[in-house]
């Protein structure tokens, strides 16, 4: 069944047309918007169909029942923001004010999406996030694909104010914006062989196992594609209703040059670092991969590379870039 939201509204606004003033129309809109968005949150269409994610939810909602805040880190395309959504959809209707919201990170905006009412941050002491209002409330906040510090700190420090039963949940490809900001960081790994290969056989064949004759391409073609579902997804996408030698081909020529969207998945990664962090990766690889951590650290710090603070970011990215590579 479908809703139309002009119609609802003119039904809604003829009954009293008396009574209603133009702020009362504007107050039913955003009822009814309201009512809008929670029905696709609770069924939203993008989440059919989905394998692989079971588990992780399983874990997630575990960890919820013991922790406030949440850390859900990984690299680039390996499901984070899929696995958030599942969580919110399902979720949401056990709390009385909830939000989920990509990147951005501001007190008026975040106001706005669990009050559902605009707020000015003038009227904000400084950039503390206000929450007086909430403090009774039962608030389910998601901040996802979060690549900057800038008011996560307040946010975290302030969201310790709200009740017991408050969650908040943020992804983010930095684990150093987590680390001491969150009660427990959850790494998303790569999928294992049998998701992988369900997700695969979806994009490319509709149905959750390969086609007769595909079955070895299928394998290899998964495991090119390294347990990331973003790339199965565009890999399964491409391969779909082809021919074994089209297949074969395609295959053939990944081995010799690799599909860039899967190669700027792991760029993202290394993007995220700033020009010094990225010179301290660079040598590294190529100098001194494999040599004792403070060895490595006195001989970047004499050279100026201020490597003691450096590292760890370095070795953040190391980490996910290794996982995919192995």
Same mark, same amino acid.
């Given at each position: ?50 394998? @692989? ?10 960890? +919820? ?8 880190? @990984? +690299? ?26 990509? #990147? ?108 007769? @004759? ?18 199965? #997804? ?55 991969? @494999? ?36």
């Amino acid at each position: 069944m479908h809703i139309n939201l002009d119609k609802s509204l003119y039904f809604l606004t003829s009954l009293f047309p008396i009574i209603f003033a133009r702020d009362d129309s504007q107050l039913i809109a955003n009822v009814v918007n309201d009512v809008l968005q929670k029905r696709y949150l609770r069924h939203p269409i993008e989440l059919k169909g989905l394998v @692989g994610t079971e588990e992780i939810c399983r874990n997630v909602e575990l960890l +919820m029942k013991r922790v406030r805040i949440i850390g859900i880190w @990984g +690299m680039g395309g390996i499901g984070k923001t899929t696995i958030a959504k599942v969580l919110f959809a399902k979720l949401f209707p056990q709390y009385d004010n909830v939000c989920f919201v990509v #990147k951005e990170i501001s007190v008026d905006r975040l106001l706005f999406e669990l009050l559902k009412e605009e707020i000015s941050t003038s009227n904000l002491v400084g950039l503390a996030f206000d929450m007086k209002r909430l403090n009774n409330k039962k608030v389910l906040i998601v901040l996802d694909d979060v690549d900057s510090l800038d008011q996560l700190e307040h946010l975290c420090r302030d969201f310790r104010d709200l009740s017991e039963d408050s969650r908040l949940i943020i992804t983010t490809r930095n684990r150093q914006l987590l680390a001491g900001r969150v009660d427990w960081i959850y790494k998303v790994e790569k999928w294992k062989a049998s998701e992988s290969l369900q997700l695969f056989s979806l994009e490319a064949f509709k149905e959750t196992h390969p086609q007769r @004759g595909y079955e070895d391409l299928a394998t290899m073609a998964v495991k090119y594609a390294g347990g990331i579902p973003l790339a199965l #997804k565009v890999l399964g996408s491409y391969l779909r209703s082809k021919s074994i030698k089209f297949w074969e081909s395609t295959l053939r020529k990944l081995n010799k040059y690799p599909n860039e969207t899967i190669v700027n998945l792991l760029k993202v990664s290394y993007d995220g670092l700033d020009d010094l962090e990225k010179k301290i990766f660079l040598d590294i690889a190529f100098f001194f991969n @494999g040599e004792e951590k403070d060895h490595v650290i006195s001989i970047l710090d004499a050279c100026g590379f201020e490597a003691s603070s450096g590292i760890d970011c370095v070795e953040n990215v190391a980490e996910t870039l290794q996982d995919e590579v192995d």
